[in-house]
């Protein structure tokens, strides 16, 4: 059974740096394409990156509020996801998920950790 | 700018009904490959997303047979033959056609039971 823990989630001002990590375990972590989703508490679901498997390129895509900010990579002795986020803004703060994608974004999810930007 | 547009955004449903949710986007949804990247989550209060549904009508393993995707190109549907307690939440159709923007998700819809 997939399992990805997130963690590293906590309050910051804005400006600030936080890295996000998600451990995984139950699946082949070197052959998965990783997301990460986030969630404004209350409100709707809000991709952010993904990472392809190191086979297919390793390379990233970021949705446009984070492009340039923020960056994904993957440590395969590890079993870990990151997402390291810089110049963090007032409106990054959310629930940040890590997901799998198989077959398309999502079919594994973590339980995600929050992050609040606030001065 | 690409945009998924669901309704109802709330869905009242007495327990045994059937229910339904639309997913419209603003672009077809068919990519070169020939599929078409449209899925469905459930987030039930308190919980991570689930992924029900992918590419149209594939239910992801342990998806009760009672929840059924269909549709083509702009216009799909999310349908549960039988509403359920456990059923309460909200539902989210998502593209993963289009590159940019990247997967996009529609607004979501609130089911609760009346």
């Known amino acids: 059974e997939d399992q990805l823990v997130e963690s590293g989630g906590g309050l910051v001002k804005p400006g600030e740096s936080l890295r996000l990590s998600c451990a995984v375990s139950?699946?082949?972590?070197?052959?998965?394409?990783m997301s990460w989703v986030r969630q404004v508490p209350g409100k709707g679901l809000e991709w952010v990156g993904r990472?392809?498997?190191?086979?297919?390129?390793?390379?990233?895509d970021f949705a446009a509020p984070v492009k340039g900010r923020f960056t994904i990579s993957r440590d395969e002795s590890k079993n870990t996801l990151y997402l390291q986020m810089n110049s963090l803004k007032t409106e990054d703060t959310a629930v940040y998920y890590c997901?799998?994608?198989?077959?398309?974004?999502?079919?594994?999810w973590g339980q995600g950790t929050l992050v609040t930007v606030s001065s | 700018d690409f945009v998924m547009t669901q309704s109802p955004l709330s869905l009242p449903v007495t327990l045994g009904q059937p229910a339904s949710i639309s997913c419209r986007s603003s672009?077809?949804?068919?990519?070169?490959?020939?599929?078409?990247?449209l899925s469905w989550f459930q987030q039930r209060p308190g919980q991570s997303p689930r992924r029900l549904i992918y590419?149209?009508?594939n239910r992801d393993s342990g998806v009760p047979d009672r929840f059924s995707g269909g549709g083509s190109g702009t216009d799909f549907t999310l349908k549960i033959s039988r509403v359920e307690a456990e059923d309460v939440g909200v539902y989210y159709c998502m593209q993963g056609t289009h590159w940019p923007p990247g997967f996009s998700f529609g607004q979501g819809t609130k089911l609760e039971i009346k």
């Open positions: 990472i392809k498997s190191k086979a297919e390129g390793g390379t990233t």
């Open positions: 139950g699946f082949k972590f070197t052959d998965a394409w």
């Open positions: 672009q077809s949804l068919v990519y070169s490959d020939g599929n078409t990247y």
């Open positions: 997901t799998t994608d198989r077959e398309d974004l999502g079919d594994s």
């Open positions: 590419k149209v009508s």
